[in-house]
């Protein structure tokens, strides 16, 4: 159904926002990171724009639903723990994980989630780790139309195909 790879990537060093209630709702916590990370130069052509999602939406009431926005970050950027911004440091784990593109309005993205953890996973004899899936955003809702948002899904494996 969509392109998937499995590939060993690095850990990713972010400044987030964390959010709590149903996923489509997350652009207020993107919102105020584009405050936080906009006057420090951290937004721009190769800024990497992460959603960190750490349930199942088929599992969790959507009230209760946890998630993250998130930007990556170098070492350089130093993050106060104890500010009232709400930026915190966020370390994605590196490992092997599922690559999936994905093309298509974001309202679609769970269909894909769906096909990748009930189906993907599965036929390649794969299960995929407690670690939370992430998106890296290609596109914007004011870069593309709905239909042509781009996003790469990051889903961790707890193991690898068999050989």
Same mark, same amino acid.
Do not use: K, N
């Given at each position: ?5 499995? #590939? ?7 400044? $987030?926002?964390?959010? #709590? ?9 993107? &919102? ?42 170098? /070492? ?5 723990? $104890? ?17 999936? &593109? ?38 914007? /809702?004011?870069?593309?139309? /709905?239909?042509? &948002? ?9 193991? #690898?195909?068999?050989?």
């Amino acid at each position: 159904m969509f392109p998937l790879e499995i #590939t060993e990537l690095a850990p990713v060093r972010a400044a $987030s926002i964390a959010h #709590t209630g149903p996923y489509a709702g997350i652009g207020a916590a993107f &919102q105020g990171l584009f405050a936080w990370a906009g006057p420090r130069g951290l937004i721009g052509p190769g800024s990497r724009m992460l959603g960190v999602y750490y349930d199942s939406p088929d599992e969790v009431p959507a009230e209760h639903l946890r998630s993250a926005a998130a930007i990556e970050i170098g /070492p350089e950027v130093e993050l106060d723990p $104890s500010s009232e911004d709400g930026v915190r440091e966020l370390t994605l784990a590196g490992g092997i994980y599922a690559v999936v &593109q994905y093309e298509g309005a974001y309202e679609r993205l769970v269909d894909a989630y769906r096909w990748i953890y009930y189906t993907a996973l599965a036929e390649r004899g794969v299960t995929p780790s407690d670690q939370p899936c992430y998106e890296l955003y290609l596109t914007t /809702p004011e870069s593309a139309p /709905p239909d042509q &948002q781009r996003v790469v899904i990051h889903v961790p494996l707890a193991s #690898t195909p068999p050989v």
